[in-house]
């Protein structure tokens, strides 16, 4: 699902000649890199738990802590709805969102290990100001560094998976991403679970705890190697054949490397990068790997779990420990789920996780909408047992949404442009997935206190539309080596349409 164009068949169909081994040096370099999505994860599990502290709540939010006091015991949709609670949590991903255009530059120009190190700084600086906060404004200044932090991460890591990695076992190595990203929830989760009980304090070592996987970060980037794509596009042929030799294990990579050389070529020719991903020819990538599938990651409703995962339990009437423990058991969901795909992507394919996944998660949110309209009423105490019940099913749609949107809403993308669009293409990727990031995190309470149950059936809709879309209109990339990804829109029922008459290198005929 990469391309720009196609060129003569002959010099392309090279992936049988590639030779590879799984050395210790790729598998130290893929393990370092993968650790930039703790940071995106970190964040994600941390936020929901803090803003259900009351410590937290009587320091910044005093109306939304005295509203929650009043109702401890009783459900109310309306409890936490509350527009400067949720700009704490949305402001980092409207600040990634601007980040990524710097960070599609200094990828490009200095190479995915730049965008790493710079994003390990600004989450460590954030980290520190969030964790000396004494006004909103200060916490505020420290989400922004963080979603620059995470900007530059997101931007970097996935490209730096999937060009480092052997086409046979691309998916699997990418999906590291997923799973530092799912650990990050699930170590936040537990952080917050224990912090709760750290009176007047544990909120500040929650947040100041950030630091540690920006340190770890910066510290592993320093000693990354760079791509072998990335040395390419840079013009360093002679390092960029010793790093692929090195991280392939075997000195036979003539093929491969005439592959990266023809598309650097391609890519230099390109000098408006943002602005070749509107041509015709590449309106495949544009729709579905810019545009669709990161609006879509968002758009199943995943991401409201995982932010307010404790604040959504207890709107459901759960005590604030029970709460951060509910939310504890579905990070763990995540953790399992990434698993399974890491193990399992290269097998079975792309397509057959979307559909299966997006079926079960279509299902627990029809579930969890009848339960809720049923059984949820306003100034009651929601019974034990439906609330259990409750846990369960998101137990299950969050295992459904860990071995399909949630790491393929980042696979996919970063197989499917051409090396002359790739950082612009990714950059648009992180900027459309950190634009409805943001807007689900600033709307999904108020939405709740307006909508209800319905805000459940709307995810339940949306999730059928992007299934369906899956289905129609994307193409199995499994084991295609990544510089000839693009060569499967030619064969596609719709997108050949748009390709068919361009060749990689010319112009974009009508």
């Known amino acids: 699902m990469a391309g720009g164009g196609f060129t003569d068949d002959g010099n392309l169909k090279r992936a049988h000649l590639y030779e590879y081994n799984i050395t210790s040096y790729f598998i130290f370099a893929c393990l370092v890199a993968a650790m930039g999505g703790s940071l995106f994860g970190y964040d994600l599990g941390v936020s929901g738990g803090v803003t259900s502290m009351d410590d937290f709540l009587k320091e910044f939010f005093p109306k939304i802590y005295r509203r929650k006091q009043d109702s401890l015991t009783e459900t109310d949709y309306c409890k936490y709805d509350n527009q400067l609670l949720t700009l704490f949590t949305s402001s980092l991903y409207f600040a990634g969102l601007i980040s990524t255009f710097g960070a599609s530059y200094v990828t490009r120009i200095y190479g995915r290990k730049g965008s790493i190190l710079v994003g390990g700084i600004s989450f460590f600086f954030g980290g520190v100001i969030n964790a000396a906060s004494v006004n909103l404004l200060m916490l505020i200044i420290g989400r922004i560094l963080l979603g620059a932090g995470i900007g530059f991460g997101n931007q970097a890591v996935p490209l730096y998976l999937s060009e480092i990695s052997p086409a046979k076992h691309r998916g699997a190595i990418n999906q590291l991403f997923q799973l530092t990203t799912c650990l990050g929830i699930l170590i936040a989760n537990a952080i917050n679970y224990a912090t709760e009980q750290l009176h007047p304090w544990g909120w500040r070592l929650s947040l100041g705890l950030a630091t540690f996987p920006a340190t770890l970060m910066f510290l592993g980037g320093l000693i990354l190697p760079e791509t072998p794509n990335s040395l390419v596009e840079q013009g360093k042929l002679e390092e960029a054949k010793k790093v692929l030799i090195k991280v392939r294990g075997t000195p036979n990579i003539d093929a491969e490397f005439a592959d990266l050389v023809e598309a650097s070529d391609a890519a230099r020719a390109i000098k ?28 199943t409703g995943m991401n409201s779990i995982l932010f307010y995962a404790p604040v959504f339990f207890q709107t459901l009437g759960f005590g604030s420990s029970a709460a951060l423990f509910s939310s504890l058991i579905t990070s763990g969901a995540l953790v399992i789920a990434a698993s399974i795909s890491m193990g399992l992507v290269d097998k079975f394919g792309r397509r057959a996780f979307f559909l299966e996944a997006g079926t079960e998660m279509f299902i627990c949110m029809i579930a969890v909408a009848i339960t809720l309209a049923l059984k949820f009423g306003e100034g009651e105490p929601l019974p034990v047992g439906v609330g259990w019940f409750l846990v369960c099913v998101l137990f299950l749609f969050v295992l459904a949404y860990g071995r399909s949107w949630g790491p393929l809403g980042w696979l996919v993308p970063s197989e499917i442009f051409p090396l002359e669009t790739r950082s612009a293409g990714q950059s648009m990727v992180v900027c459309t997935n950190l634009l409805f990031t943001a807007l689900i995190a600033q709307c999904f309470l108020v939405s709740l206190c307006h909508l209800k149950y319905g805000i459940f059936l709307l995810f339940a809709g949306l999730i059928f539309v992007m299934t369906a879309f899956i289905y129609f209109l994307l193409p199995e990339t499994k084991q295609v080596p990544i510089e000839e990804v693009y060569l499967l829109w030619k064969d596609h029922w719709f997108w050949k349409r748009y390709v068919e008459d361009h060749d990689r290198y010319g112009s974009d005929r009508p």
């Open 272 to 299: 408006h990068p943002f602005r070749n991903l509107l041509l015709k020819k590449n309106r495949p990538q544009l729709v579905i790997g810019a545009l669709a599938i990161p609006a879509f990651q968002q758009l």
